[in-house]
């Protein structure tokens, strides 16, 4: 534009006219007036988060940190019996517990677990765990009275391989439907290293909106078979339930339901068990990872 024949047509007025007009046209850089984001907030977090507890603090419905006991921390509700059981120092994070072909049970319902209220979940823990090459271990389950199977099943397939191998475990995690069938997910390619110098982050989380039944380990989704439709598919709690860490009632003295032999007691380690009652997606199933990672 030429500036000059502005200001002798039309004077000097029109061009500041023209000059204001202009300066509106400038793109705002903030046009939904957000708040101003200090940099200095964000120094030392993993992935915008500060610590574990930040992540879905309201939705945590039960904890076990084994620093002490086999306490879960929440309700304050310790084991109704336990064997092969003890509380060592070598933890992921402070103590953990340790397992020789033990199992811990909660002769329990626990209320966070009921029908009604326990839609979609998340289980988070870190183990140390071999294969055997004999026999199956059932890492945690949310158990139905009389029966071998629960209405949450993470069974891993310990039997498959010998305790050499290390490169590869076939987790197996099952849910009950609530058409009174079962839904299971598996890792038929990727696996966490693992073995008795390896800590493995294992997450399993399922959407009851969607029917998502994810396997995430160290941070990544592994689980073949991820939909599991909805409909009848759907998971359902069904009460009442009891809890048993390491184990199923099979394991258990003066509590077996049938003559099956396939499981043991858990032998390994498991710290930082982490029940929430909401789907974790996999970006945040790896913050939660990562976080561990940095002992936050």
């Known amino acids: 534009m030429n500036v000059s024949y502005i200001i002798k047509t039309y004077g000097l007025a029109v061009l500041l006219l023209t000059a204001a007009t202009f300066s509106s046209c400038k793109k705002d850089g903030n046009p939904h007036n957000l708040p101003d984001v200090n940099p200095e907030d964000y120094e030392g977090t993993v992935d915008g988060f500060h610590s574990t507890e930040e992540i879905y603090p309201d939705n945590l419905v039960a904890y076990f940190s084994f620093d002490e006991d086999a306490t879960e921390q929440l309700s304050g509700v310790s084991p109704t019996s336990k064997a092969g059981d003890a509380i060592v120092e070598s933890g992921f994070k402070g103590n953990a517990l340790q397992l020789d072909e033990g199992y811990l049970y909660f002769a329990n319902q626990f209320d966070a677990f009921k029908t009604d209220v326990f839609k979609s979940f998340t289980i988070s823990q870190w183990i140390q765990i071999s294969n055997n090459g004999a026999t ?25 391989r010998p305790a050499s191998d290390i490169s590869y475990l076939t987790i197996r995690p099952y849910f009950t439907t609530v058409a009174g069938g079962r839904q ?18 294992l997450v399993l989380s399922y959407n009851g909106a969607t029917g998502t039944f994810n396997i995430i380990a160290n941070g990544v989704s592994i689980g073949g078979y991820n939909n599991r439709g909805v409909g009848n598919n759907l998971f359902n709690a069904y009460e009442p339930s009891e809890l048993i860490i390491g184990g199923n009632y099979n394991v258990i003295p003066d509590k077996e339901v049938n003559t099956d032999a396939s499981f043991a007691g858990m032998t390994g380690k498991i710290d930082e068990v982490r029940i929430y009652n909401v789907f974790m997606s996999p970006a945040i199933a790896g913050s939660l990872y990562r976080l561990g990672l940095a002992n936050k």
């Open 136 to 160: 199956r271990t059932q890492l945690f389950q949310l158990a139905r009275p009389g029966m071998l199977n629960g209405n949450i099943d993470i069974i891993l397939d310990t039997q498959s």
């Open 184 to 201: 299971d997910n598996l890792n038929n390619a990727l696996s966490p290293t693992i073995g008795p110098d390896n800590w493995v982050h």
